[in-house]
């Protein structure tokens, strides 16, 4: 049984920063894919960053060069590291698992139904 428990969320100025953290425990949670996914107000929710079992990263075009996603399997951590923040960046922010593979191509930016556990958000306001 995977649990997701996603913090870091705030209230910011644009061009400001936030670090969103992922603590994750279960099986296969750091083993295989994971992503950070959002959905903004009346927005369906979108693929942000996913970050593979070898490092192997992928990001949105709306985020590239300003968010970097790491993980520390030691300590079952995901993490988001949002820079330039941008009022369109606000949302609510959700940390994925996936559990079949190794290796995340940016099509799963587009397949959140592949990530098969969720934590409940942390909300990120640019404002």
């Known amino acids: 049984h995977v649990q997701l428990v996603e913090s870091g969320g705030a209230l910011v100025q644009p061009g400001g920063s936030l670090r969103l953290t992922c603590a994750h425990s279960g099986a296969t949670a750091g083993r295989y894919c994971m992503g950070w996914f959002r959905q903004g107000p009346g927005k369906e929710r979108e693929g942000v960053a996913t970050i593979g079992a070898y490092g192997d990263t992928s990001y949105s075009d709306s985020v590239k060069g300003r968010f970097t996603i790491s993980q520390d399997n030691a300590r079952s951590m995901l993490y988001l590291q949002m820079d330039s923040l941008k009022p369109e960046d606000t949302a609510m922010y959700y940390c994925?698992?996936?559990?079949?593979?190794?290796?995340?191509?940016?099509?799963?930016?587009?397949?959140?139904?592949?990530?098969?556990?969720w934590g409940q958000g942390t909300q990120v306001t640019v404002s």
């Open positions: 994925a698992a996936e559990r079949y593979l190794l290796r995340c191509g940016s099509w799963l930016l587009f397949a959140d139904s592949h990530f098969y556990a």
